[in-house]
Structures are given as C-alpha cells and as structure tokens.
C-alpha cells in the first residue's frame, strides 16, 4: 500500500490540498447523480467513471469509504416526458433508473453504498425546508411555493467565485414570479394542475432542484462530509446553492473537499440532452468493449475537458490493444530466464502511486502500465524473463487495474480463459488428426474475430490476445 500523501484538488480552496477524513481510515463522499428521463449518455459515463475510480483508489489506500449517488426522480422534464406518454412520471423514471443501472453495471462501475431518490426522501426533504425557514433564510409565497432568500447569505458564492451584486444587477424576475429577488430559488413548488405532488405544511407541490442533495446528504452521511462530487457544470448553481441551504442550517461546512471533473465535449459544447448531441452509453458500448471506453475515459485528467469522438474511442482501443496482448503473453510464458523483475515492477508501482496521490493523475499512472508493459515484451523477446519475474509483473498489472479495471475481465483472477483455450485446441488437434481441416480453421478463424491467435508451432499450438 502506498505511504505517499494524496493531494486532492479542492475546488472550493481552487488549489491541491492533502486530503485529511474527518474520521480515521473512513471516507463520506456523496456524488450528484442523474435526472432520470432518458437513456445514459457517454458525458454521464464519464462522471461515472471518474467517481468509480476515485472510490476505488480511496479504498485501495486503505479507506473505509461509504458513497452515496442519487437520483432526481422528480423534475419538470420526467414530468413533461411522462405527459407525452400518458403515464406517471414515477414511471418513466424507474424505467431511466433501470437503464442507468445497466449500463452501469456494464461499465463495470462498482455499485455506491447509497442511490437515493427524491421522491423517496419527501420527509427529509420538507424537514430541511422548515429549518431552512425557522433559521430565516427561506420564505413561502402566497402560491404555496418556498423560496431561499439569497440576499440574506453573508459569504455567497464561495465555491463559484460568484458576486452576489453582479448577479442581482445583471438577472431579472419574470412578470409571473413572485419570489422577492432574482438570485432567489425554489425549495419547494407548489403544485400544478396534473403533476406530480406531496402534501406538505405549505400545500400540495413537489422539491425543488437543489434541497433534494442538501435533505440526502444530512440524512445519509451527517451534516459535514468528506468529499462531495460532479461534473464542474454543477459548480453553479447546483452546488453553490447545496451549500447555501445546507449551511445555513447546520453553521458548518457540508464538505471539505470538492472535487469536479470535466465535461465531454462534442464540437467545444458539453454533452447534454438539451443540446441534442449526445451519445448514449447503450450505443457506444455496442460497438466498444467496456475496457476499451473505461480506457478512453480515464486516459486523461478527470479535471480536464475530453472531446468525444468515435475515431478517439478506436484511437483508445487501438492501444489498449498493445497492452492486452502483452497481459496474455505474460499470462502464457514458459520461459526460463533468470530476470526476476523485481526492479521494473517496483519502478512501475512508485510512478503509479506517484501520479494517483497527485489528485488521481489516472493519464499518468496508466503510462506506467504501459512503461511496465513495453519492459515486459523485451525481457520475453529476449528469454531473460524468469517465471517468477512473469508473474510478478502479472501481479503489478493486475494491482494497478484494480483502480482502473481496463483488462480483459474473463482473465483477471481466475484461468477460465486458459481452461476454455486449451479444451479448444484440445479439440482442434483432434480435428486435425482426422483431416477436418475445415473445421479446425474455422476454430482458428472465430477466434482471431474475439481477438486471441492460435500459433500451431513445432511443439504444439499456442495461443496468445492479439
């Protein structure tokens, strides 16, 4: 395990900080989730992926870590999708919640401890809001609706870097708004012929956007957390907002560190659903192995911008490539040579650890897997890679892949794989033996389709991942 310090970037600090768990080896961390009322799309993949691997790490650091995503399940657009099909709008959303979970699960993204939803938090919710009210930062209007009295937060926009002033002068309130300021926001509409409602002290409505975290938060992991997680679209308002809310409540802080990744971009505009230019998860894993868009999404800084492109997904798997076939000749070596490794190995795991612990660095920690590799690949060409030496690296792959879990699943910590290849060409040497030529090349031939090459060779047939 590394002794090293990790270094988070903090956006609230907007600088590295070392990071420090409230409790010892036990990490809180919440992430915001996904409005459920359509498919997963590649720039949702990617905040997936990050936290993923973020959690990983944090756990492979020897931290007890309890995560908690949610999902708005109740939302003007859920509403407006589930008019348009004549159902209720809870249905639309637990087919949505459905999809996300399988595709998910098929980006081998490891299940939070919690997955909330709104409309299952409505007491929580409204609590908060009555607290928000007793403390004297919210107000209900004649409608029913709750709002937050922005003009009354001594410190707004810390997180953002937004000027409370600059936004009253440069906003304005809609002729039928009825709240008392501009910047103000709804913590709790009031209810519109045929949506969706709750009864509550104000009447009849529904949450707002923002109080839903801020109530899931509190109920689920305390008034201060560790981390708290999202795409840096969400800086503002969303999470300017939680904090406003929750700490107006609490007077403490609702977490320590932010962390923010950047958005997937398609001709210099983020991914979303209302710009109409997104790909979805379903479809882009139909055409590309899980491994294969894990790879694309985590070669490079989670901080940073990633411009999506089918030619950059065949880019990524096109190198992945290299390193899958040097994982199954390590997996497949028989040499004899009298290099134990020892020295690459422990260079590869120093850089990986090195580049993690400043802020999950996942680009530069995966250049020393392939570093690892490549070091691999001439001591095998060579003959001087002992056996020892073989499975040593194999236990470097496969430790630093527990991070990014980017190999071939079939063939991480079992030898199934080996166990189907050699009934194969177990089979395939019979075959040969009574002339089916055909079909032993047929044998051949699917095979260098799923990627694995059969060599037949003066001492039998060997099979290495192409």
Known sequence: MSHLTLQIYNTMAKAKQEFRSIEDKKVRMYVCGVT?????????????????????????????VTMAMNFTDVDDKIIKRANEENVDALVVSRRCIEGFF??????????????????????????????????GFGYVTPDGSVYFDVTNVKDYGK??????????????????????????????KAAKPGEISWDSPWGKGRPGWHIECSAMVRK????????????NDLIFPHHENEILQSESVTKKPLANYWMHNGMLQVADAK???????????????????PEEVRFYLLNTHYRGPLVYSEEALVEAATSLKRLHTSYGSLKGYKGNG?????????????GFLAEMDDDLNSRGALSYLFDLAREANRLMDSGELSAAGAADIIAMFE????????????????????????????????????????LSDMIRDRLAEAGIKIEDTADGAKWKLL
């Open 36 to 64: 459920v009322y359509d498919d997963v799309h590649m720039g949702h993949a990617r905040f997936m992926v990050v936290f993923d691997m973020v959690s990983r790490y944090l756990r492979y650091k020897g931290y007890d």
């Open 102 to 135: 399988r595709d998910s699960d098929a980006l081998r993204v490891k299940r939070a401890t919690f997955y909330p939803k709104a409309s299952e938090t409505i007491p929580e919710i409204i609590t908060m809001v009555e607290d928000i009210i007793n403390a």
């Open 159 to 188: 997180l953002s870097g937004n000027k409370l002033d600059e936004m009253i002068s440069g906003a304005r309130i809609e002729v039928d708004e009825i709240k008392r300021s501009p910047v103000d926001f709804c913590l709790w």
């Open 220 to 231: 689920l992991l305390g008034e201060t957390i560790d981390i708290h997680g999202g795409g």
């Open 271 to 289: 991914m979303s659903k209302s710009l109409k230019n997104f790909f979805s998860a379903k479809d882009v894993l139909a055409k590309f192995r």
């Open 338 to 350: 009298d290099n134990n490794a020892l020295g690459i190995a422990a260079t590869a795991r120093e």
């Open 399 to 438: 430790e630093m892949d527990s991070i990014f879990d980017i190999l071939p699943s079939q063939k991480k910590g079992d030898d199934k794989l080996d166990d189907v290849m050699v009934l194969l060409i177990d089979i395939r040497k019979e075959l040969r033996k009574r002339k089916a030529y055909d």
